[in-house]
């Protein structure tokens, strides 16, 4: 990771890394509200604020400092179809891509259609930099 970011994970607070200053809390409150409670981690190095503030805590940072690294941490889905997953026959046009054909798992599935099932498959991290007009 970049030396100054901001992440939002999936849930709970997001994290931002900034230059140090003394008056960092003195800008996040300035910046964000006084009745934010920004946490220190100590261990990570990073500030924690509530998940709301996302949007105003990047264009924030991309003002004082040009640029800023942004990190969004996204659930991904997998999909199959009970069709799929209960053949005998070697036909299939599922979207699992025959990952699941004919195996009749059900375990951490649910049904969100007739035939359609999606199940969580982990987190991808997506990385993009946003920059001041003009910045470098």
Not at 97 to 120: A, M, N, P
Request: with cysteine; glycine share 8%; net charge positive.
């Amino acid at each position: 990771m970049p030396e100054y970011w901001v992440a939002r994970p999936v849930q709970g607070r997001i994290a931002i890394r900034m230059p140090y200053a003394k008056n960092n809390r003195a800008w996040l409150k300035e910046t964000l509200g006084e009745r934010i409670r920004p946490e220190w981690d100590k261990a990570n190095r990073c500030w924690w604020v509530a998940r709301n503030h996302f949007e105003k805590v990047i264009e924030a940072m991309r003002d004082r400092l040009g640029r800023i690294d942004v990190y969004v941490d996204c659930r991904n889905t997998e999909r199959c179809d009970t069709r799929c997953k209960n053949a005998r026959s070697r036909e299939c046009t599922c979207q699992c891509l025959g990952k699941h054909h004919g195996g009749g798992i059900t375990r951490g599935w649910k049904v969100v259609g007739d035939t359609t099932e999606v199940r969580s498959a982990g987190i991808t991290r997506r990385h993009f930099v946003v920059v001041r007009e003009g910045g470098r």
